[in-house]
């Protein structure tokens, strides 16, 4: 019983680091060529939004739209591609279900 505290106890303590890394983490993803950018925190919270004014001046919302939202997908990709990473570094490999 002892030995599953201890457990539970170095869990707490990893959850806690990983959400810590996840408020410090900052990703940025583009799209159409760099003309928006989206910057996110780990918990996939909108830092920065950045458009360069030749998006803004063809006039054409609709392709604005789609590039902010491949922007911000990017962004959320490399956000899930490094805390995958980072919990595999928590946990030494090992596969536990629910993380990533």
Known sequence: MKNMQQIM????K????LQKQMAEMSVEGSAGGGMVSVKLN???Q?????????AVTSGDVEMLQDLIVAAFNEAARKVDDEL????????GGLKIPGLF
Not at 46 to 54: A, N, T, Y
């Open 14 to 17: 990893m959850q806690e680091q």
């Open 42 to 44: 780990g918990l996939k």
């Open 9 to 12: 106890k170095q869990a707490q």
């Open 46 to 54: 909108v830092l920065s939004v950045k458009i360069e004014p030749d």
């Open 84 to 91: 995958s990473g980072q919990i595999g570094g928590l946990t």
